[in-house]
């Protein structure tokens, strides 16, 4: 089992900035790779970013792609969302989620991952 911690969620004004943090304890050895998901209310969760563990390749959304980075703690198994230029259709509760699995071809799908977080919460005021 893996057990997965969010952490930095808040409220910002648009286009301010927040740094999100998942921190990965357990069997974090079989972890293929992590990702960051977002529900918004009345919304089906969609997916932000994601990172393979073995060589750091990263994935995004095109609503981020530009404004968002992922990124992971090479010592620790922990993983990094920076958002940059936020607006307030990012307003969400933000998910970190792990896959055992290979998910290079299906790494924006909820069914890849295995393990998740409770949710931090994004708001961002207009």
């Known amino acids: 089992q893996v057990q997965l911690v969010e952490s930095g969620g808040g409220l910002v004004q648009a286009g301010g900035s927040l740094r999100l943090s998942c921190a990965a304890s357990?069997?974090?050895?079989?972890?293929?790779?992590m990702g960051w998901f977002r529900q918004a209310p009345g919304k089906e969760r969609e997916f932000v970013a994601a990172?393979?563990?073995?060589?750091?390749?990263?994935y995004y959304a095109d609503a981020v792609k530009g404004r968002f980075t992922i990124s992971r703690d090479n010592a620790e198994a922990a993983v990094y969302l920076h958002m940059n230029s936020l607006k307030p259709e990012d307003t969400a509760i933000y998910y970190c989620?792990?896959?055992?699995?290979?998910?290079?071809?299906?790494?924006?799908?909820?069914?890849?991952?295995?393990?998740w977080g409770q949710g931090t919460q994004v708001t961002v005021s207009s």
């Open positions: 989620a792990a896959a055992r699995g290979s998910f290079a071809y299906t790494y924006w799908e909820v069914r890849s991952y295995n393990y």
């Open positions: 357990g069997r974090t050895f079989t972890i293929y790779g």
């Open positions: 990172i393979r563990w073995s060589d750091s390749n990263t």
